[in-house]
């Protein structure tokens, strides 16, 4: 037990992490050029906040929560935080930022999130996500920027086949209609969806659209659309939506079966799905979410966003053969030839700090190694160069500098030799100094 991992969850070793820090750098650069700020909130609020802020007839509040006391007295029921949306509005009111400039564009990445689900391919208790929210703007364009910048992210990380699900959900003003309508096309079929939909039939009846058995599934296919529901103005905004998408040149498709499994979502719902994963699996969800900071005690203040499974993201870049180069490598490795301890230690220990002081990665032999290992263990790490201090080289105050892909191999002066290696690393051609 001591070695072993909870369900669940997962360790990201040094060459996965790799290509971590490569999808949250293009978050980041995405994000800049779309102008959204970083927010970083705790990984654990008071539950009360998603019970209110995910709804209570949700999965993730009824069954999938990680839920406990602290040792308050008395004690807070807190939960760790299940997903982004509820948090950043909190933070938003919290920091009055709702007082400043509106729009208020946020964004967050590779953020922790907890939920007791069943573990399955890309998909953990302890997940991963990057999100981006935008408050203070009911402009359909705010929708179009976020499903853009949602688009363009896995458009960066050189994902094709990538396709835009577009729908709309209504308002509170159309929606109680439209919940109606499915109620009466539901209600013949009822025996037949499954035991989850059919309590929650009427309370929430759109929740049955989004049911993934297959018993509903099919049920689903014959339901009445929500846009032949929609009030004039929620159709205007969805109309308004896929004009400035189509400007923007992101491609999209309507989908009636689209209606997000959280609560809080009014008008704009979309998913970003990927070809390779198959109609079960998005990459991306999200949408318009007017009433949620007024139900979270803000001001009515309109909101849209989005999230990404960071997990699910990495998988499909690997299916898809486009991850990056794992890492940047070993610049240099030093050798020691013959006496291991004393002056020629020394020398190589002093000459691998002057080279990490020349922005160099060096690394040098800690296990004890025979010269013919070390020069062994230098081509397993990458090295591109090998530094070789011996006893000949300490007393001529030279070093061997091997460039290890040429086979090629010159004496340098010791004080030469960080230069040399990054002159050369910068060159063009990689061969020869
Ligand atoms: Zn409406
Ligand atoms: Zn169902």
Known sequence: MLTA?????????????????????????????????????????????????VGEDTDIVEKEMYTFYDRANPPRSLTLRP????AVVRAYLENRLDAGPQPVKL???????????????????????????????????ADAEVIALAHGLFTELGLLGIEVRLN?????????????????????????????????????????????????????????PVI???????????????????VLGVPFAVDPGIVRGLDYYTRTVFEVVHGGLGAQSSLC??????????????????????????????LTMEKEGVLPPAGEGLDVFVTCAGEAAGTVRRAAFALLARLRAAGLAAEMDLAGRS??????????LGA??????????????????????????????????????????????????
């Not at 290509?19 to 705790?42: D, K, N, Q, S, Y």
């Not at 032949?228 to 189509?246: D, I, K, M, N, R």
């Open 107 to 141: 964004y967050y990445v590779a953020s922790p999130m907890f939920r007791y689900d069943r573990p399955q391919a890309g998909r953990y208790r302890q997940f991963h996500q990057a999100g981006a929210e935008v408050f203070g703007a009911a402009d359909p364009a």
């Open 285 to 314: 969800g999200g949408g318009r979410y007017d009433g949620l900071v007024e139900t979270l005690g803000g001001p009515p203040t309109p909101a849209v966003g989005f999230a990404v499974g960071m997990e699910r993201l990495l």
């Open 83 to 86: 997903e982004g949306t509820a």
């Open 5 to 53: 991992r909870p369900r669940g969850t997962n360790d990201i070793l040094p060459r996965e992490a790799a290509h971590w820090r490569a999808v949250e750098a293009a978050v980041h650069l995405l994000c800049r050029r779309f102008a959204f700020g970083e927010i970083r909130t705790p990984l654990f609020e008071y539950t009360e906040l998603f019970q209110r802020g």
């Open 228 to 246: 032949a529901s929609l009030c004039p103005a929620c159709a205007e905004h969805f109309t308004s939506v896929q004009g400035y998408l189509a």
């Open 371 to 380: 010269f013919k290992a070390q020069m062994k263990h230098a081509g397993r």
């Open 168 to 224: 709309s959900i209504g308002c509170p003003g159309c929606r109680p209609a439209y919940r109606e309508r499915l109620r009466e096309y539901y209600r013949p079929h009822l025996a037949e969806a499954c035991p989850e939909c059919r309590r929650r039939f009427e309370r929430n009846p759109l929740r049955l659209i989004d049911c993934k058995k297959d018993a509903c599934r099919l049920l689903a296919a014959g339901a009445p």
């Open 384 to 433: 591109r160069f090998v530094a070789i201090v011996g006893e000949d080289e300490v007393a001529r105050d030279v070093v061997g500098l091997r460039e290890m892909a040429a086979g090629t191999q010159v004496e340098v002066p010791a004080g030469e030799v960080a230069e040399r290696v990054a002159a050369a690393l910068r060159g063009a051609t990689r061969t020869g100094f």
